[in-house]
């Protein structure tokens, strides 16, 4: 079964860059998969970023950018501060009404 | 203000059945292009999608979870239910409700819900 893979952490600088990605075990991501991102820090519901692919949501910073790169979509955070140390989600739309989320990735800034 | 709110049991007994209420405000069950997920989270653990519901009943189910699920909506009610059958120890999780923005984007999901935190043990 295809699993949604991101990376298990990751850490950045104040200030810094940041891509998360999300691939698939087998192939590649494209825009056709719908991809959306979504944070969550600790002890809270998980607020939509971006969705189909780079539409950022309503109220949320332009520092929070998506985009395909090579086969998987990706996250980029640009100046990172300290409250963007969180949960991050990816979810793919796998078509047939399936959505499937990755594994998630825990953003350090420090 | 768009808000989903979930309701259920805190505790159940293994082998039992779940059954969650998500009520909705602020938007219509009837409308067209929306609809409502459910989406769980074990504790320390990664979300998962579970299934949804739009207006005209159409529903979908994870693949490794639908012989255990069923999805229904009252609309007159503005709540949508989910049912899980045959509950374990590994289905403690956080249970959220999430309204899906667009049907040609079901993984397009806001606002959430603040979740309900089920517990499976005897």
């Known amino acids: 079964q295809t699993v949604v893979t991101q990376e298990p952490s990751f850490s950045v600088s104040p200030g810094g860059t940041v891509t998360l990605t999300c691939g698939l075990s087998?192939?590649?991501?494209?825009?056709?998969?719908?991809p959306s991102w979504y944070q969550q820090t600790p002890g809270q519901a998980p607020r939509t970023l971006i969705y189909?692919?780079?539409t950022r949501s309503s109220g949320v910073p332009d520092r929070f950018s998506g985009s395909i790169l090579g086969n998987k979509a990706a996250l980029t955070i640009t100046g990172a501060q300290a409250d963007d140390e969180s949960d991050y989600y990816c979810?793919?739309?796998?078509?047939?009404?399936?959505?499937?989320f990755g594994g998630g990735t825990k953003l350090t800034v420090l | 203000q768009v808000t989903l709110k979930e309701s259920g049991p805190v505790l159940v007994k293994p082998t039992e059945t779940l059954t969650l209420t998500c009520t909705v405000s602020?938007?219509?069950?009837?409308?067209?292009?929306?609809?409502v997920s459910w989406i769980r989270q074990p504790p320390g653990k990664a979300l998962e999608w579970l299934a949804h519901?739009?207006?005209?009943?159409?529903?979908s189910y994870s693949t490794s979870l639908k012989s255990r699920l069923t999805i229904s909506k009252d609309t007159s009610k503005s709540q949508v239910v989910l049912t899980m059958t045959n509950m374990d120890p590994v289905d403690t999780a956080t249970y959220y409700c999430?309204?899906?923005?667009?049907?040609?984007?079901?993984?397009?999901?806001?606002?959430w819900g603040q979740g309900t935190l089920v517990t499976v043990s005897s």
């Open positions: 999430a309204r899906i923005l667009d049907r040609l984007r079901p993984n397009w999901f806001d606002p």
């Open positions: 602020g938007f219509s069950l009837s409308n067209a292009r929306m609809g």
């Open positions: 519901i739009f207006s005209n009943d159409e529903k």
């Open positions: 087998s192939g590649s991501v494209s825009t056709s998969y719908y």
């Open positions: 189909s692919t780079n």
């Open positions: 979810v793919l739309y796998m078509g047939s009404g399936i959505s499937m």
